[in-house]
């Protein structure tokens, strides 16, 4: 079992910057790769961002690229996720997902509870 917890969500107005931290425990961390989604008011919730063990291999939904980076410190146990020039339809709950062997991308094993960013026009 991994356990995921989120923190630095928020209020921010419209190209603003906020930086999300995942901090993982219960197995070795450096064994997971790790990833972002996000769940909008009343929508499915969808990919945001991965990230392989290493830390050598990102990818991203098309919509943020260029305005997130996905990153990780494996002696810190912490995922983090930088969002700048933030547009209100960023406004989600953001949640950390760990990938267990043989996970497809959008289906990981482990989710945290989940981070409310709330972007204001």
């Known amino acids: 079992q991994v356990q995921l917890v989120e923190s630095g969500g928020g209020l921010v107005q419209a190209g603003g910057s906020l930086r999300l931290s995942c901090a993982a425990s219960?197995?070795?961390?450096?064994?997971?790769?790790m990833g972002w989604f996000r769940q909008a008011p009343g929508k499915e919730r969808n990919f945001v961002a991965y990230?392989?063990?290493?830390?050598?291999?990102?990818n991203y939904v098309d919509s943020v690229k260029g305005r997130f980076t996905i990153s990780r410190g494996n002696a810190e146990n912490t995922v983090y996720l930088q969002m700048n020039s933030l547009k209100p339809e960023d406004t989600a709950v953001y949640y950390c997902?760990?990938?267990?062997?043989?996970?497809?991308?959008?289906?990981?094993?482990?989710w945290g509870q989940g981070t409310q960013v709330t972007v204001s026009s």
């Open positions: 990230i392989n063990w290493s830390g050598g291999s990102t």
């Open positions: 997902a760990a990938y267990s062997s043989g996970d497809i991308w959008y289906k990981p094993s482990y």
């Open positions: 219960g197995r070795t961390f450096s064994n997971y790769a």
